[in-house]
C-alpha cells in the first residue's frame, strides 16, 4: 500500500500530496519526482509489479508526469531540498493511503 504525504518548501511555497520518495501499491510501483514543466512535485509510475502481466502500451506511460504527460527525470524524497528553489521542505503528515 502506497501513501501520500504533505510536503511544503519553506522559501518558495512549492507544495504538493506525493510519497516523498519510492513507493508501492498493490499493482504500480512509483517515484516522487520534479516536473519543471508543471513546476511541482509528482507521483510517475516507474513500472508495474511481477504479478502483474505488463503490456506494451504500459511502457509509454512510465515515468510521465500525470499532469502534462512529460517524461520527467528529477527525483526527489522526503529530507532533501527543494527542487525548484533549494530551501527546505518540511511536512511529511500522511493524508492518504492507497493501493
Do not use: N
Request: glycine share 12%.
Amino acid at each position: 500500500m502506497g501513501i501520500s504525504r504533505h510536503f511544503e518548501c519553506q522559501h518558495c511555497g512549492l507544495a504538493a500530496a506525493v510519497s516523498g520518495g519510492d513507493d508501492a501499491g498493490k499493482m504500480t510501483r512509483t517515484q516522487t519526482r520534479y516536473c519543471p514543466e508543471c513546476e511541482t512535485l509528482v507521483d510517475v509510475c516507474t513500472g508495474l509489479h511481477d504479478h502483474v502481466e505488463e503490456q506494451p502500451h504500459h511502457r509509454r506511460g512510465y515515468d510521465r508526469c500525470p499532469d502534462c504527460r512529460r517524461v520527467v527525470s528529477i527525483a526527489w524524497s522526503d529530507g532533501t531540498p527543494c527542487p525548484r528553489c533549494g530551501g527546505e521542505i518540511t511536512g511529511g503528515d500522511v493524508i492518504v493511503a492507497w493501493d
